[in-house]
């Protein structure tokens, strides 16, 4: 099969993210007039509305100006009767009213972008919980986390701007543009006109060059920071090896290709700034020219100049934004983009339309000709097939890569066998809904990962709404509740990150406790004592007893002392079942399980 390439040629991409942006603002477009929230709505209109008496009283502020001015020089008739100080006070009024409506509009439409950025981070968050386990094993955490952050920043920025920039921007210039044709003749109309085209083809066609150059300063941006995400979620391992500097030179290469890309893209806003003002300032001395030309003819008064100039300059303001504004857009439809991808990307595991919940009557677990691969092309689970009744103990024993673990994500549905079945009491996991399937299992995995919270935030998480006296119930059951008690904060005291202020065997208490807390009908545990030393395996086995009491649990193994008193035991070889029975009966048949066995006894007396 042939493979896309990684970077696909720039004309390609620019093309795709013109459709991605298109997509995006049809998606977001909703978010500004939803049907079942009429606030929205209003507020959006009373927006508008403060928007168009903002440019209203903008546009006409000049005329006052020019009345002032006339007013002074004797010139000319005002065009209210107030005087040279009433018109003065006028126009200082309206453009106290002018910021006045601008800050209202954006009172207005705030609670709208929150809302939208609420409910679309919201969105993305339930999304990856959605997605399978294939997805969030082949994608960097530091990666995603920046698309989901720049994708929800960029929201609000896209619904303010795309409604009152570019909009009020092109009516500002049209009714500039009436008034100077208008009050003077077409040729000022025409000088405008030219500006303001040249200046907006000057800005794209530089901003567009920009937004490669901004493109590749977040791709260095995003690489920088998976980097750093990783070297700090592997601090131990860099201690272990003494790579601090190692890890160092090797986030330099990233931040300095991420200086190479922000400094051109400093240098090209620079040239853009440049070319932005030389062209907004020859066409300024073009009017400007022209009033002059007018003033000095007698057609025309000082007010008159005074006013060219300050609709010149009041333009000039919001053009000054354009290339900045365009710019952002591009690059929030760019984020926004990725965010949506990220939301379209579809769910491998999902459930049946009308699934029903699970029914577990007993617990019975049945593998029926399971097959299974991560890889098309590399099959692990290989037509096994295996009955775990129900309330009993089946230890899955193997060497590595032989498919252990493979069984127990399969129980829990992270992914859907490729051949035969796997049921529990009969129900196929894939028939029934996988809210009801994860409530039915509980997993103590070999390494328990916890929360950055307090032992009792973590050990409730096992049941929502759980009452201390559950907490410290589960606890105790766990064998862990008089350790908790010592600590000088004890239930309330914080693990850190990931659990690292906790030993091995402390957080594995903590996740049986979770777990028993769960209190599920079906239990698994996954070589949930392979990384203990033997004291604390042996205190960590007797509480897993207690967590197995009548309940149908499946043990995988590395270990085998922890399984000697299991119900039965399957050996694994290759993805096939190759010994099953009890402990003492596959000792005596001298087979793959009793040379496991054997050998763990050797290496137990030689250590």
Do not use: C
Request: hydrophobic share 45%.
């Amino acid at each position: 099969m042939r493979r896309k390439p990684a970077n696909p040629p720039i004309e390609t991409r620019d093309q795709d993210e013109r459709k991605s942006g298109w997509r995006t603002i049809r998606k977001v477009a909703p978010y500004l007039w939803p049907d079942d929230e009429p606030w929205v709505k209003r507020r959006v209109v009373m927006a508008l509305l403060m928007l168009v008496l903002a440019k209203l009283i903008a546009v006409y502020t000049p005329i006052l100006y020019k009345g002032a001015v006339d007013g002074l020089a004797g010139e000319g008739v005002p065009p209210l009767a107030l005087g040279a100080v009433g018109l003065t006070v006028a126009y200082g009024v309206a453009r106290m009213m002018t910021v006045g409506f601008q800050q209202l509009r954006d009172a207005l439409f705030a609670p709208v972008g929150q809302r939208a950025l609420r409910a679309l981070a919201l969105e993305t968050f339930r999304h990856i919980h959605q997605l399978s386990m294939r997805y969030h094993v082949t994608r960097r955490t530091g990666g995603l986390s920046r698309i989901i952050e720049r994708g929800v920043k960029g929201v609000e920025f896209l619904l303010r701007f795309l409604l009152f920039s570019i909009g009020p921007l092109i009516l500002e210039l049209l009714m500039v543009a009436v008034i100077l044709m208008w009050l003077f003749d077409v040729w000022y109309l025409v000088v405008v006109a030219a500006t303001i085209a040249l200046y907006i083809w000057f800005t794209f066609a530089v901003t567009e060059w920009r937004v490669k150059l901004r493109r590749e300063m977040n791709d260095q941006d995003t690489e920088a920071n998976q980097r750093a995400i990783d070297s700090l979620l592997n601090f131990e391992t860099v201690k272990y090896f003494n790579a601090e500097t190692r890890e160092a030179e090797r986030y330099d290469v990233s931040m300095k290709a991420y200086a190479q890309a922000a400094l051109k893209t400093a240098y090209s806003l620079a040239f853009l700034n440049f070319g932005q003002s030389m062209l907004i300032t020859a066409g300024l001395i073009g009017v400007m020219v022209l009033a002059a030309i007018g003033v000095q003819n007698g057609t025309l008064t000082v007010g008159d100049f005074v006013m060219v100039n300050a609709y010149m300059i009041q333009i000039t303001v919001p053009l000054n934004f354009l290339g900045t504004v365009y710019r952002e857009i591009r690059q929030s439809l760019v984020d926004m983009g990725q965010m949506f991808d990220l939301l379209e990307q579809p769910s491998e595991v999902t459930d049946k339309p009308g699934a029903p919940d699970l029914e577990v009557a007993g617990g019975q677990v049945t593998l029926d000709n399971v097959r299974f691969g991560y890889d098309p092309d590399r099959e692990i689970l290989r037509g096994v097939s295996l009955t775990v009744p129900a309330g009993k103990t089946v230890a899955i024993v193997g060497a590595t890569g032989s498919g252990k673990s493979t069984i127990g994500r399969l129980l829990f549905r992270f992914y859907d066998v490729t051949g035969g079945a796997l049921k529990i009491d009969g129900q196929d996991v894939r028939d029934v809904t996988q809210a009801s399937l994860h409530s039915a299992i509980g997993v103590v995995p070999q390494d328990t990962v916890l929360f950055n919270d307090t032992i009792r935030y973590n050990i409730a998480y096992g049941r929502d709404g759980a009452s201390q006296a559950d907490v410290e119930a589960a606890a105790r059951a766990a064998q862990i509740h008089e350790f908790i008690e010592g600590l000088p904060q004890g239930y309330e005291t914080k693990v850190g990150e990931r659990g690292l202020k906790l030993s091995g065997g402390e957080k594995q208490r903590v996740g049986i406790a979770r777990t028993l807390l769960k209190n599920p009908p079906i239990l698994l545990l996954d070589e949930a004592t392979s990384a203990l030393d033997t004291d604390t395996e042996q205190d960590i086995k007797d509480a897993l007893a207690r967590a197995g009491e009548g309940r149908t649990v499946i043990t995988i193994a590395h270990r085998l002392s922890t399984i000697a008193e299991a119900d039965q035991i399957v050996v694994l070889e290759k993805g096939e079942i190759i010994e099953q029975g009890t402990h003492d009966a596959l000792l005596l048949q001298e087979g793959r399980y009793a040379q496991l066995w054997n050998r763990q006894q050797s290496d137990a007396q030689a250590a």
